[in-house]
């Protein structure tokens, strides 16, 4: 998907441009049991064309002065981003603090849209001439709080968008991230992954923007490391600001079919790596917690199960997930991973036998009736798979509205024990027979 970033100095109203693209979906979003979510990075859609939108605001640059703060965050949107909407105030008018940041966005061939915000009534269009002076075109005039001028501000960032060449790996080859804080081990693992002699490696520049990924071959099976950049070099500019390095691993998340969720053994479980798993998640993919540097600690014959507990407890939405605890630098278990990666891409893309799945959801339904609300019961005529990666299934039945959050858990376990899924989430979607 194109990636368009909000840039601009405080206070011109970058958040509530974003919320206003963003629609419902931040809310939906947030609704999620036991995930937060940074409003910084989200989709967001005009007429028939999804994009991913950054809000650079949301983007803290600790201690940074003012105007570092504006500057980085306007470099983070060159990198990061395919059209870039500059934010201006109209009621202010152009700033030296404007003028700033259009210096910076010079730099950069990507396109920039100019917006003005604040042009709550027609009275005030007057005022935008005075932007063209940033040397951006034609400014947009914009309300946030009125919702006006929008539509034609994002028909000229669609109108940008570029072609993009999605990668074409083939249908076979597995894409998996490691994702995981700083200093976890992410980079040593991918070493000691590709270290090994029988793996074929070679990277592939260039892909999307300036990620890096690597393809190894093992046997017959083809895999890609998706976005290495930086993992195996010394330099780990992504990882200089937390919600950057956040962002980052959003998009490789992304692009991959499993996502390794990679946890330091020595410092237990952190809300950053909830937060960072819990994307992986909300986006379907297949998911294995590794627990790396477990050579580092002291084990008796309680460690793994207590660490098993304490993942099970603080990751409850990833109940599915494989547990692999290994070392990276003493390369304890590291042949294990590319096996259950195999295992959780399965799952991740299995497609069950329709007479199987109404067996099973029949079989449910015998053992724990359907709810029922205000004297009227939930029927269940029938299932069926829609969709892989992950699997997803609609239940067909009278009152979509009586499902209940708990019996959909019930039947997604019920699948679950039938079929396997390990590492897998699954979907269930409550619809009315018509
Ligand atoms: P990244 O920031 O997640 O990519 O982490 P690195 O791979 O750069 O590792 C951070 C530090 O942890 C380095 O000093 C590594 O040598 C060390 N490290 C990584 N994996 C292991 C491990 O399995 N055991 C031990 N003891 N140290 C590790």
């Given at each position: ?104 966005l010079y730099r950069t061939k990507k396109p920039v849209v100019l917006a003005v915000n604040k042009v709550d009534n027609p009275e005030m269009r007057e005022q935008i001439y005075d932007f ?6 034609d400014p947009h005039p914009i309300s946030g709080s009125h919702g006006l001028g929008l539509g034609d501000l994002l028909d000229t960032v669609v109108n940008h968008f570029p072609e993009i ?270």
């Amino acid at each position: 998907k194109p990636v368009v970033a909000i840039v601009g100095r405080p206070n011109v109203g970058k958040s509530t441009i974003f919320n206003r693209i963003v629609g419902e979906r931040v809310s939906i979003v947030e609704d999620t049991p036991g995930v937060t979510r940074d409003r910084l990075y989200s989709s967001g859609e005009w007429l028939t064309t999804d994009f991913n939108i950054i809000d650079t605001g949301g983007i803290e640059i600790s201690d940074a002065p003012f105007m570092e703060q504006i500057r980085q965050q306007a470099e983070i949107a060159i990198q990061e981003a395919d059209v870039i909407i500059f934010m201006t105030n109209g009621r202010e008018g152009v700033t030296d603090a404007d003028e700033n940041v259009a210096k910076i966005l010079y730099r950069t061939k990507k396109p920039v849209v100019l917006a003005v915000n604040k042009v709550d009534n027609p009275e005030m269009r007057e005022q935008i001439y005075d932007f063209y002076s940033l040397g951006f075109g034609d400014p947009h005039p914009i309300s946030g709080s009125h919702g006006l001028g929008l539509g034609d501000l994002l028909d000229t960032v669609v109108n940008h968008f570029p072609e993009i060449e999605e990668e074409d790996y083939g249908e076979d080859t597995i894409k998996f991230s490691l994702i995981g804080r700083p200093n976890v081990g992410k980079s040593s693992l991918v070493n000691a992954l590709l270290g090994e002699d029988r793996v074929i490696v070679s990277d592939i520049e260039g892909t999307t923007r300036d990620a890096v990924d690597s393809k190894l071959t093992v046997g017959e099976k083809d895999y890609v490391i998706i976005d290495t950049a930086g993992m195996r070099k010394k330099g780990k500019v992504y990882e200089s600001t937390e919600k950057y390095s956040v962002l980052r691993a959003l998009r490789a998340i992304e692009r991959s079919d499993v996502v390794l969720v990679v946890l330091n053994a020595e410092e237990g479980i952190r809300e950053q790596d909830k937060k960072i798993a819990g994307y992986a998640h909300e986006a379907g993919k297949g998911v294995i917690i590794v627990v790396n540097k477990w050579d580092a600690i002291e084990k008796n014959d309680k460690t793994m199960k207590e660490f098993e507990e304490n993942i099970r407890e603080h990751f409850k939405y990833l109940d599915y997930a494989p547990i692999v605890y290994l070392s990276a630098v003493t390369k304890q278990r590291v042949n294990t991973l590319l096996p259950i990666i195999d295992t959780v891409s399965e799952n991740h893309s299995m497609r069950v036998q329709s007479s199987i799945l109404n067996e099973v959801i029949m079989d449910a339904i015998a053992m724990n009736p359907t709810p029922q609300d205000k004297g009227r019961r939930l029927r269940i005529y029938y299932a069926t798979q829609v969709a892989v990666k992950p699997p997803t299934f609609v239940v067909f039945v009278n009152e979509p509205e009586i499902m209940h959050f708990s019996y959909e858990r019930f039947l997604e376990n019920q699948i679950r024990q039938a079929f396997g899924f390990e590492g897998t989430p699954i979907r269930l979607i409550s619809r009315k027979r018509t």
